[in-house]
């Protein structure tokens, strides 16, 4: 989550320089390059999950993870990379980029994205801001237009975080929980 503006906090996140504040263990934040092409259902929690008995209602929808990266909300477009005066060190804000390159893909697939299927845009933090801003963003040109032509439904399942101790997701699913659970 999170976003940065200058070279201080954006080199804390890309790069794990600075004074803890984002420091070294927020390395590899700026982008993709240190996780794993493919993810178990540990990085699948909440309302992502594939367990049926927390999440019944999405529990055996494919789930495409985008690890959001960007620090910019999803809504950067820059198509060259920013430097910020006094650092040589890139920078790209490409967020909106990086969503509609994955909407691209997914019309490449028309199992995955076939008349009457649901794509459910989600997220938490910044990362659920960026996925009401690519909602809104898509324009009547953009990729949203194209799915609801072939006949596919896009919704949203989550824009903000609140911190309550607990995430949405965690609440959520602790509601429905025998056990139940504690922040």
Known sequence: GGFCDSAETC???????GDG???SHQMGRGGSGKWPSECDVACTPGLLSGNC???PQLCEATVVLLKYCSADRWTGRRAGAHFFDGDARPYFFA?????????DALLQMPLLL????????GGQSAGGVGALA???SSGESGWLPALERRGVHVRTLLGWSVDMGLSVEEELLCRGAASGCSA
Do not use: K
């Open 11 to 17: 080199g804390s996140r890309a790069y794990g320089d």
């Open 21 to 23: 504040d984002g420091g």
């Open 53 to 55: 008995r927390f999440n």
């Open 95 to 103: 967020g909106a980029r990086i969503v509609e390159e994955l909407i």
């Open 114 to 121: 076939s008349r009457g299927s649901t794509l459910v845009l």
């Open 134 to 136: 690519a909602m809104d």
